[in-house]
């Protein structure tokens, strides 16, 4: 969730960038130059894109090492093949592959009544005995409380947060287009609380829970199927589940009850599998590349994460690649393994630092192309007729920004927000995205991304899919291909 601290940009921001001597001056960050962007037009439509989407996600589960995950990087290899791209061999390696059979969470109050609580398991925690794990309960309100409290040999039962931000001053530091003043009704719960869940596993570990039950009481539907993405893959020395919005209450009010105690059972175990990262090469007139990337794995079935973004890069291949207008640089196109721990992109960057990267002008990431969420007060959602709230990662370069700039104005793509990563990097800590490995060792990168809350759960299906954007967001990407190759290697850099 720490990412969403960008939403709530203000003075206190200012005077982060003014006290650790930032290049840039507010004025910079939201007056980029500007650009004279072809409109570049994709030759496919969008039934054609949304047909790769509903290809992936028949292919079920995409988890790291599992079938869907292998069917999705043959049909990205196939459909490379089939534009007469040069399909290179796949950097495969091995990974962690969490395997639940069966789970469980009841629990009891000082009376002795026993309760059976629907509950999913949160993925890669421990498994227990046959008979379960069965421990007092203790409620965590949050980890500054946690520091004094004992909670040894319990249960703890914590709430999940979930807070909307509102992101109305996001456009009085930064470049952003929403010209019809949309912007403020996406101020959703991301639902991604992603180093939170990780911290306060680790802080309970600290201080002896045995078990741990995660309440997702501020999510804006009825769920308990979550895949939080920052800990997938991180083995964890203790069981817990996670439990749904309608039943938080009652479980809260039993685990502050004097004499409640819980039972956790977890059928689980975890093994080493292997994935890869799988790439394709379109050669161009000089030996220089842009690498264009997105990600084939994810949780449940994904369509927004990531097969809306692998769909809009199949569409690129297939335009870049049959163009009677072909562009000077060549283009590596690239899905990576990224869910279990960014492990893909770190693995790519070490085999190729030396390599194809070190001919790279320009590094571009797509992911996730969705629906703006519209909660209901049953627990219920729908979508809006609107397209999630977008943001452009950027690196902190005049002519990269001006580009991306220039390009969001031709094409008139709402909603959008260009967000150094600089920036981000001040205010969480770390850079974000699937372009953060490659930032992160000084090449020039665009990551697109938009953060729809649904993508860590099943409810990520082919109706949240914003597929009226599929192509507008190609042709902004080809735009921005299009204008770099104008620019020398120097000048984006």
């Not at 049909?75 to 639940?100: C, Q, W």
């Not at 869910?339 to 990431?365: C, M, P, Q, W, Y």
């Not at 060792?441 to 914003?466: C, H, K, Q, R, W």
Request: glycine fraction near 8%.
């Amino acid at each position: 969730m720490k990412i969403l601290k960008i939403l709530g940009v203000s003075i206190g921001v200012l005077a982060l960038i003014v006290a650790s001597g930032a290049y840039y001056t507010l004025k910079t960050f939201k007056n980029f130059s500007e650009y004279d962007v072809t409109l570049e037009s994709i030759k496919s439509n969008s039934a054609e894109l949304s047909g790769h989407i509903e290809k992936i996600v028949s292919f079920g589960m995409r988890n790291p090492g599992t079938e869907g995950d292998i069917k999705t990087r043959d049909y990205i290899l196939d459909t490379f093949a089939g534009y007469n791209l040069d399909v290179r061999e796949p950097d495969t390696f091995d990974i962690k592959m969490y395997h639940p059979s069966s789970w469980s969470f009841s629990l009891s109050d000082s009376s002795g009544r026993d309760r059976d609580i629907p509950a999913f398991y949160m993925p890669f925690t421990a498994a227990t005995e046959s008979n379960g794990l069965t421990a007092p309960l203790v409620y965590v309100e949050d980890m500054k409380k946690l520091e004094e409290m004992d909670i040894k040999g319990r249960i703890a039962v914590y709430d999940m947060r979930f807070k909307p931000k509102p992101i109305k001053t996001y456009g009085k530091l930064l470049f952003m287009h929403d010209p019809d003043i949309t912007i403020d009704s996406a101020q959703k719960v991301l639902g991604r609380v992603t180093e939170y869940e990780t911290k306060m596993y680790e802080a309970l570990k600290k201080k002896g829970a045995v078990g741990m039950v995660g309440l997702l009481s501020g999510l804006q539907w009825d769920t308990d199927r979550f895949y939080p993405q920052m800990s997938f893959g991180l083995e964890k020395s203790i069981p817990g589940v996670w439990i749904k919005p309608s039943l938080c209450d009652d479980v809260r009010a039993i685990a502050q009850k004097e004499g409640s105690t819980g039972t956790l059972k977890m059928d689980s175990s975890i093994s080493t599998g292997t994935t890869a990262n799988i790439y394709a090469v379109l050669p161009g007139q000089i030996d220089e590349y842009y690498l264009v990337l997105g990600h084939h794995d994810t949780y449940f079935n994904g369509a927004v994460q990531d097969a809306s973004g692998i769909s809009v890069i199949l569409g690129l291949a297939k335009h870049f690649a049959s163009t009677d207008k072909p562009l000077k640089r060549g283009i590596v196109f690239l899905s990576v393994a990224h869910t279990n721990g960014r492990k893909g992109e770190k693995d790519f960057v070490k085999n190729h630092l030396n390599g194809i990267l070190s001919k790279t002008a320009l590094v571009v990431a797509i992911e996730h192309i969705g629906k703006e969420l519209d909660p209901r007060p049953d627990l219920t959602f729908a979508v809006s007729d609107l397209p999630s709230f977008r943001m452009f990662f950027t690196a902190l370069n005049d002519k990269v920004n001006g580009m991306v700039k220039s390009s969001i104005l031709k094409h008139d793509y709402r909603r959008s927000v260009i967000v150094p990563q600089w920036l981000v990097e001040k205010i969480t800590g770390k850079s974000r995205g699937i372009s953060a490995e490659f930032h992160e060792v000084g090449l020039p990168v665009i990551n697109f991304m938009s953060n729809p809350p649904y993508m860590f759960y099943p409810e990520d299906t082919m109706e949240v899919v914003a597929t009226d954007q599929l192509v507008p967001t190609a042709n902004v990407i080809a735009s921005i291909l299009r204008t770099a190759d104008n620019l020398s290697k120097e000048d984006l850099r």
